[in-house]
């Protein structure tokens, strides 16, 4: 990216931050701090990054609030389905340059695929592939470093004793994905991307905020939602053995913890906060939700490959129109929606918002307290 374009990139990131001004003040000021730490000062480009989270940590002698009784039942469901990613197929050969037979991904996928920047050089075809790989797993890697933190983060603030022990497994879950994913990604595609802007302001903001159900939202809901969509459409495109088996069981853990989040934060925002705090809520699920939608337009790959011969607008446009902006659309907003009326965040106020956005048609599908296995695995 040159001058001119990082001068632009940051004034349309002001100008959507403006935008949430307007929208609702306090949600604003709440982000405003990792927007800037993310999209002007791209602290997230560094090697490694410090934050101090301000929540509290609680203590409780009685050991008598247990919470929801689904909180043990998700543990014990989480103890039977502990797997050793150690038996995974670590010795299959994978070549992220295969487009015919095992494939990571089909080639209409690319989100090139059909305009015309797209070369008729096979060769240059899959080498452009393999670094869509690179990026995508890349940021799903990265979301599971942000997972493996907030997972302990609900174990010390959340009140109940219930969700503290659940929480113990899911730190375990999330440790495994990150190991399964980086593993993969280091070993067999050979492509570590930074994380992306975007999912850097989300992960600050979630660490930044003092509030354990800010926590809770922004990671349990909407990322882990994000990412059990983006998992699904994966495993349903593959036909890369390791990766598929790999997702599978990251799917059955995820399962788990998309249901724990809907169900410590239900009764929390239908029952107990004041109105005013549950509408911030509600603008501030809307505005990450924004957020997330914007995360895969694979700027990065532009500008390795087309920053001479497409404009940031004129690739945003294509990126939107491509297939598979369309079907991550579909499968992050199919599992976001449902979820955030489950717990009391769909409310007539923000509908016309999300109407905007043109995602209302999924409100009525289950949420993920709802959802087998086989319907995940179905994306
Ligand atoms: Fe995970
Ligand atoms: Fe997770």
Known sequence: M??????????DRMEDLAEMVLRNPRVALELAPSAVKGYILHEGKQDTFAIH????????????NEGSPVFRDLYRRAYKGQWNAEDLPWDTQVDPLDMQERYILPEKLNPVYGSK???????????LMHDIYGFLLSQFLHGEQGA??????????????????YGATQVM????????????????LER??????????????????????????GMQIMIEGLALGAFGLIYKFTKEPLLK?????????????????VEALRDYYTKEVSEKVRRDRE???????????????????????????ISRKGWEKMILESEIMREFHRVLFSRLIPNLKAIGLLTDRIRPKYEQLGVLEYENMKAADRLSLAELLAA
């Open 283 to 309: 603008d501030w699920a809307y505005e990450v939700a924004v957020l997330l939608r914007n995360r895969f337009m694979f700027y990065e790959i532009r500008d390795k490959y087309y920053g001479e011969r």
């Open 117 to 127: 920047l797209y070369s008729n050089n096979k060769a240059d075809n899959a080498r």
């Open 192 to 217: 570590l991307y930074p994380i992306n802007d975007n999912l850097f302001v989300i992960i600050h903001a979630l660490n930044n905020s003092p509030d354990w159900d800010i926590k809770f939202l």
């Open 245 to 261: 088996e790999l997702l599978k069981l990251v799917i059955s853990d995820e399962a788990r913890h998309v249901h724990y989040g």
């Open 53 to 64: 989270s301000p929540h509290k940590t609680l203590y409780d002698w009685t050991y008598k």
């Open 148 to 165: 493996l933190f907030a997972a302990g983060f609900t174990v010390e603030a959340t009140p109940w004793f219930g969700a503290k022990l």
């Open 173 to 188: 879950d999330e440790g495994r994905h990150v190991e399964v994913f980086s593993k993969y990604i280091i070993e067999k």
């Open 2 to 11: 040159n001058l001119t374009e990082q001068i632009t990139g940051t004034v």
